[in-house]
């Protein structure tokens, strides 16, 4: 992976300083809280309904042990024990000090990571597919191309105030695993018919109020120009995009008001002024960046075990982790693994401690001392010998991470919603916890196979219900009781699609009844080996509306108090404030 050379540690040990010298300031009184909102931001500390929270950038979501047992450390020093995977591959921390966080920034420095960037209107993380370099599908590797977009971005002079928040991911396999069609400026890695390495470029996704698919902008952009291309776009989304109005703000608004073609002919002639500019990616830097993503010492194996064939026809629970959370690795004799953080019980995403440390543990042991984070909230060892996996597996029981449901239906993608979010309209934990315990029968989950359902607690989208089979989000209403907006139909990867509203919203303990109504549907409709968006892309809404609203659903209703709170400043002053 990625080491920081000297100029870069230096940057972030400057930064931090520069921080903790902000933050006593705040403290001592001479900076207002109005006046250390853009700083703080700019290193991503938010304020959350609990307190400050802190998002920390784990680049395409790879980690080292080192790191891992760093996030241990700060869950337990300074949080409350746990923290949050996200979607986007970083980790966020809800129950801080503000007097921590320079100490917290300086642990984190100590382990080449960081908060920058993680706020703001900015070019955000840069994520990639979790399985980048072991993955059979890979065209490309997309781990050093992710590097140098990541450096290029962090600091970038021209970049730093941009209409609204930007983000980019990259996908290098045939298949996406990195939701590129959802991002403001999706990255597909490829080779051309000559074999020449090149990008595909999708430009405008994005989910939040109004989602978009990305639009293709170029088929095939050489690896030597991704950078100027990617720079194109954003001097003209920079000096077009709407900075009036927030919510139309995103270069998806933009590049919908001027059209594809148009928006391509503006960055077209941009990028013909910058080129063959010092932005051209040369054969020695690409090496040089490459050389941080080699191959970790492999040994020579086959991919014929006859232990594990043994084990699994013993052990039902062990045949179901290898079914679910086992995927092919490029190198014979080799596996990735997924553990799941979506044992259902628990809340999705969130590690304790004691499992971070178990997981930087069994990577150390395992998987030549790696983990990365699943853009669906779960954690990897991409490189596991397939000799290990009976060991692996029943050391990682102990920690709860081998629950077998990748891909299922308790696989839920859930934001923080209400108990955390200032801008939430109802919970969307609580109800993934709900959802996940009824629907917790292993044969039923196998049964229903591959379905992707995603929670967000308001129409932000964070918990991208735009493209869950079954999406649900939690929508304003006058009287402030929580009510959800049920979604259908939408997914990401190579056939991604928007999710629509199936009809009037439902309360809190009507949703599993819903989602139940809905995959009855789907195992009376479906035909052999169709997936359920398959059955759902084949048949249409109607017959999952008629079954839902053909009678009431009998349940009964929790009190629901208020929950509506005021949101902090910061979404109350303009992002585009010449101040940040
Ligand atoms: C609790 C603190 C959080 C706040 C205040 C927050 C705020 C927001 C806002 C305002 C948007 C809408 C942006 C727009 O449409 O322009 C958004 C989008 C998004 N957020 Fe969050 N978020 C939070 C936590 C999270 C978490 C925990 C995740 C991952 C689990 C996440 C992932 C995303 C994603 C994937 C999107 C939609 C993609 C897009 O930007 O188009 N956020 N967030
Ligand atoms: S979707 Fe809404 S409720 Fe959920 S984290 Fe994002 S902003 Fe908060």
Same mark, same amino acid.
């Given at each position: ?408 239906l308790t696989d839920i993608i859930s934001c923080p ?13 609580? #109800?993934?916890?709900?959802?996940? !315990? /009824?629907? @917790?029968?292993?044969? $039923? ?5 591959? &379905? ?66 809905? #995959?009855?549907?789907?195992?009376? !409709? /479906?035909? @052999?080996?169709?997936? $359920? ?5 084949? &048949? ?9 609203y053909a009678t009431d659903l009998a349940v009964e ?24």
């Open positions: 992976m990625y080491r920081y050379d000297e100029y870069d540690q230096q940057i972030v040990d400057e930064r931090v300083e520069q921080y903790r010298d902000q933050v006593r300031r705040r403290l001592s009184g001479e900076l207002t809280e109005e006046e250390f909102l853009p700083l703080r931001l700019q290193n991503g500390l938010y304020m959350q309904i609990h307190g400050y929270m802190l998002r920390i950038a784990v680049p395409y979501g790879f980690i080292s042990s080192r790191q891992m047992r760093m996030f241990a450390h700060i869950a337990r020093r300074y949080d409350r024990g746990y923290g949050h995977f996200t979607t986007r591959q970083n980790i966020q921390f809800n129950w801080l000090k503000l007097e921590d966080t320079p100490d917290i920034l300086t642990e984190l420095a100590s382990v080449e990571m960081h908060a920058i960037q993680t706020s703001g209107n900015c070019v955000r993380n840069i994520t990639s597919d979790e399985y980048a370099g072991v993955a059979r599908d890979e065209v490309v590797d997309p781990r050093p191309y992710a590097e140098i977009l990541r450096q290029w971005s962090t600091f970038h002079p021209e970049f730093a105030y941009l209409p609204r928040k930007f983000k980019i991911a990259i996908s290098g396999g045939k298949e996406d695993r990195a939701a590129i069609y959802a991002h403001d400026i999706g990255l597909a890695v490829t080779k051309n018919a000559q074999g020449e390495v090149g990008f595909r470029v999708l430009v405008g996704g994005g989910l939040g109020r109004t989602p978009v698919i990305g639009s293709e902008i170029c088929e095939f952009v050489p690896w030597q120009h991704i950078l100027t291309y990617v720079e194109s776009i954003l001097r003209i989304y920079n000096q077009y995009g709407r900075r009036d109005n927030k919510y139309k703000a995103r270069i998806k608004i933009l590049v919908k008001a001027l059209g594809i073609d148009e928006f391509r002919r503006q960055v077209e002639a941009d990028w013909a002024d910058i080129k063959d500019g010092p932005g051209t990616l040369t054969v020695e830097e690409v090496k040089r960046v490459a050389s941080f993503f080699t191959d970790p010492a492999y040994e020579t194996l086959t991919d014929h075990d006859p232990a594990l064939n043994e084990f699994k026809a013993d052990s039902r629970s062990f045949s179901n982790w290898m079914l679910r959370n086992v995927k092919p690795h490029r190198v014979p004799g080799y596996a990735i693994v997924v553990l799941s953080l979506k044992k259902p019980g628990t809340v999705p995403g969130d590690a304790t401690a004691e499992q971070m440390e178990a997981i930087a543990d069994l990577a150390d042991r395992y998987s030549f001392g790696e983990s990365r984070i699943t853009h669906q909230q779960n954690l990897v060892l991409a490189d596991v010998r397939q000799k290990d996996l009976i060991r692996l597996w029943q050391e990682a029981t102990a920690y709860e991470l081998t629950a077998p449901n990748i891909g299922l919603g209400a108990e955390f979010c200032t801008l939430a309209n109802a919970r969307s934990i609580p #109800l993934a916890k709900l959802i996940a !315990e /009824r629907f @917790e029968s292993l044969d $039923f989950q196998h049964d229903i196979g591959e &379905i992707t359902l995603n929670i967000s607690g308001c129409v932000n989208a964070c918990g991208q219900h735009h493209i869950g089979n079954i999406g649900i989000t939690g929508v304003e209403k006058k009287d402030h009781d929580e009510w959800y907006q049920v979604s259908l139909g939408g997914a990401e990867g190579n056939n991604s699609s928007i999710g629509k509203i199936i009809g009037p919203s439902f309360t809190f303990n009507q949703v599993p009844e819903v989602i139940d109504r809905l #995959l009855q549907v789907y195992l009376r !409709e /479906r035909m @052999e080996a169709e997936r $359920f968006i398959d059955t759902v892309r084949r &048949i249409g809404h109607g017959p999952f509306k008629e079954y839902v209703e929790e009190e629901v108090t208020g929950k509506h709170v005021v949101a902090p400043a910061e979404y109350s002053v303009p992002y585009y404030s010449p101040r940040f």
